[in-house]
Nanobody, 118 residues
């Protein structure tokens, strides 16, 4: 599966932004799609994921209540709605996919940069 993220940009603290991750090449049935991010000088970290079949989300504690992941099965797209953005949310955001049966995320999209100024 090929993943292409869209939607990064330059924001101010408190702004909202929606990222999209468009999948192509296969259906995502029985897959999980996640969003990760890598801040400057830091390692890449998990942010959230969603199960394609049931749409069940899971969030990193620090984004709960601010970020919402969703998917549109007809458009083969996963969204990340980010509200009340903070400077510490500044990072390159990546979407990735893996089988719901387990294992590593082995399909990665290019990153999209989100910069939040104070």
């Amino acid at each position: 599966v090929q993943l292409q993220p869209f939607g990064g940009g330059l924001l101010q603290a408190g702004d909202s932004l929606r990222l999209s991750c468009v999948a192509s090449g296969r259906t995502l049935t029985n897959w999980i799609v996640g969003w990760f991010r890598q801040a400057p000088g830091k390692e890449r970290e998990f942010v959230t994921h969603i199960t394609w079949n049931l749409g069940t989300p899971y969030y990193k504690d620090t984004v709960k209540g601010r970020f919402t992941i969703s998917r549109d099965r007809a458009k083969n797209t996963v969204y990340l709605q980010m509200n009340n953005l903070k400077p510490e949310d500044t990072a390159i955001y990546y979407c990735a996919a893996r089988s719901s049966a387990g294992g590593q995320y082995n399909n990665w999209g290019q990153g999209t940069l989100v910069t939040v100024s104070s």
